[in-house]
């Protein structure tokens, strides 16, 4: 029998090389309760893979064991089960494929100054498509802070020469979230994290593709092989006119565009989705026992836990366990749930967040 609940290895991490930029909180939140992995905790981690069925960095399901005793592929169950644990629609339209990426953000350095194209931007090649995504801010320090769209009161001939001199600080807006801040990225939108923010990241992905990121600036730096800072290293390529071509210059800027792409969720609190975020989130800050619907219906939903522990409870009592630092997936089969989210710190309240997508997302594929 398959199971209604999906747990994912938590240490499907990018090498430093692919993100040099990478920071301290991934780690800082695994590590409280998870086992140490083979080889040792890294130092920095700029992206974990939570949840993906992409060829680069596959999930592996933790609860679920092949022939040889290994853990099996996420994609490889999917070809025999996509309609349990993806729904009827999602299964037809995508196969194996689970159209939702779930990652796992931190920096030490801001990211490179990006931008995602749409779908049929002229540009990108056939093994390409847009990469609509969000942020959840997990957590922040001090002086977090991330990047988002253009300052008000500047020409656009003035942000294109400011983006193409590696001025992008000059031009782009800046956020200071905190906690819970759900923070739109839609096509065409300029953005960078910044250091001192931990952020999920859902995405949409089409099936054989590669979500693809313009850089219009890597703030000036240089790398050497190892992913380390080097005045004597390499830059990181740029993307300079397929960036410009892909802005929507039609987005507000300054508090406007802060006000139009951020939302500050309470516990318990669900976001629909709307023109600018296509991924529904509901958000849970405090111990409890709660019941849980799919945010669409028919639908999967992708979760993850950052405090404490988070139990997920099927009608048919089959329960699953995520500890801080673990992501699942609620199966379609499985429909309304209960949620179980307990401290393992007394001063410190779990969190854990469940998404999904709807169908703006699936109308731009």
């Known amino acids: 029998m398959l199971p209604e609940f999906l747990k994912f290895d938590p240490y499907n991490f990018v090498p430093l090389t692919r993100t040099p930029w990478g920071g301290e909180l991934i ?3 695994k590590r409280k309760i998870l086992k140490t992995p083979d080889g040792g905790w890294p130092e920095r981690i700029g992206e974990s893979w939570e949840i993906s069925t992409d060829s680069a960095f596959p999930s592996r399901i933790r609860n679920m064991k092949n022939s040889d005793g290994g853990h099996p592929i996420f994609e490889t169950v999917l070809k025999s089960s996509a309609e349990h644990f993806l729904g009827q629609k999602i299964s037809e339209n995508y196969g194996a494929h689970c159209p939702l990426l779930l990652k796992w953000l931190s920096a030490n350095d801001p990211l490179s100054v990006q931008v995602h194209p ?3 931007h002229p540009a990108l090649k056939s093994s390409e498509c847009g990469k ?3 942020w959840l801010v997990l957590a922040t320090e001090s002086d977090g802070h991330v990047f988002l769209g253009f300052k008000d009161g500047f020409e656009k001939s003035d942000i294109i020469a400011a983006l193409k001199s590696d001025r992008a600080a000059d031009v782009m807006h800046v ?3 905190k906690a819970g801040d759900y923070i739109a990225i839609p096509p065409g939108c300029v953005h960078a994290t910044g ?3 931990l952020i999920a990241e859902p995405q949409f992905v089409l099936p054989a593709r590669s979500g693809k990121t313009w850089r219009l600036s890597d703030w000036g730096r240089r790398y ?4 380390e800072r080097d005045p004597n290293g390499k830059p990181r390529e740029l993307h300079v006119d397929e960036a410009l071509s892909a802005i929507d210059w039609n987005l507000p800027r300054g508090d406007q565009l802060e006000k139009a792409l951020v939302r500050s969720l309470k516990h318990k609190e669900i976001f629909r989705a709307n023109g600018h975020n296509p991924f529904p989130v509901q958000y849970f800050s405090s111990a409890g026992l ?3 619907k799919p945010l669409v219906d028919g639908q999967f939903s992708l979760v993850t836990c950052w405090q404490g522990q988070l139990q997920l409870i099927s009608k048919n009592k089959e329960h699953l366990v995520l500890n801080a630092g673990e992501s699942g997936l609620v199966s379609a089969a499985a429909g309304e749930i209960e949620v179980a989210l307990a401290r393992t710190d007394p001063d410190i309240e779990p969190c854990g967040a469940f998404f999904g997508f ?3 997302v699936l109308q731009g594929a």
């Open 290 to 292: 709660y019941p849980y």
């Open 175 to 177: 956020v200071r979230p």
């Open 132 to 134: 609509p995504e969000s």
């Open 224 to 227: 050497n092989e190892k992913g």
């Open 358 to 360: 709807v169908a703006p």
């Open 27 to 29: 780690v800082k939140a």
């Open 118 to 120: 749409t779908h049929d």
């Open 195 to 197: 250091p001192g923010v």
